[in-house]
């Protein structure tokens, strides 16, 4: 995804496949060809009390997310 690989290069963040414990939607967009977009900011304590994201990471994770969508919504 053209958007995907700019926001790459603009927030400096890591793009490609991984496996990994947990689930989402993605496979019920893909049979529409939806484009969709998984993202992980660094935290730690995920689905806990305890949980935290760090501020920079956050805005980065936003900024990331909102470039996504203005492109893809073209």
Same mark, same amino acid.
């Given at each position: 995804?053209?958007?995907?690989?700019? =926001?790459? &290069?603009? %927030?400096?963040? !890591?793009?490609? *496949? @991984?496996? *990994?414990?947990?689930?989402? &939607? =993605? @496979?019920? +967009?893909?049979? %529409? /060809?939806?484009?969709?977009?998984?993202?992980?900011?660094?935290?730690?304590?995920?689905? *806990? &009390?305890?949980?935290?994201?760090? +501020? /920079? &990471? +956050?805005? @980065?994770?936003? /900024?990331?997310? !909102? =470039?996504?969508?203005?492109?893809?919504?073209?």
């Amino acid at each position: 995804c053209n958007a995907l690989l700019k =926001a790459k &290069d603009k %927030y400096n963040i !890591k793009v490609g *496949s @991984r496996k *990994s414990h947990g689930a989402t &939607d =993605a @496979r019920f +967009f893909s049979k %529409y /060809n939806t484009p969709v977009i998984i993202v992980a900011p660094a935290g730690k304590g995920q689905h *806990s &009390d305890n949980e935290w994201l760090g +501020f /920079n &990471d +956050f805005m @980065r994770y936003h /900024n990331t997310l !909102k =470039a996504w969508v203005v492109e893809t919504g073209k």
